[in-house]
C-alpha cells in the first residue's frame, strides 16, 4: 500500500556504509510479513536520489537479502523474498 511521506531530516548515516550505497542519511522501517511470497519496497516516486536495501535477521545481526540504487532514474526499487510472520528491515 501507499505509505509516507517520510522525511529524513535529522536522520544520520551508518557506519560503515551499507553493502550496495556509499553512505547518506539512513532511515530504517520494520516490516513484519504477513503471508509467504515477495515484498516490493518502492522509491520510485521519491523526489529525490534513493538506495533501498532489505535486511533479515536481527538488528545485532542483519544479513542483506536485496539492494538497489537506481532503478528508475536516481530512485530504487527492491523485491525479495519473505516468509510469514518474520521480520525484514
Request: proline share 4%; aromatic share 12%.
Amino acid at each position: 500500500g501507499n505509505n509516507g511521506p517520510f522525511s529524513n531530516v535529522g536522520a544520520t548515516t551508518s557506519a560503515p556504509a551499507w553493502p550496495c550505497t556509499t553512505g547518506g542519511a539512513d532511515i530504517w522501517f520494520r516490516y513484519v510479513a504477513t503471508c509467504t511470497g515477495s515484498a516490493t519496497a518502492d522509491l520510485c516516486t521519491s523526489t529525490f536520489d534513493t538506495t533501498v536495501e532489505a535486511f533479515s535477521g536481527t538488528c545485532a545481526a542483519l544479513t542483506s537479502i536485496g539492494c538497489n540504487d537506481d532503478a528508475c532514474g536516481l530512485r530504487s526499487s527492491v523485491s525479495f523474498p519473505v516468509t510469514n510472520g518474520q521480520a525484514y528491515f
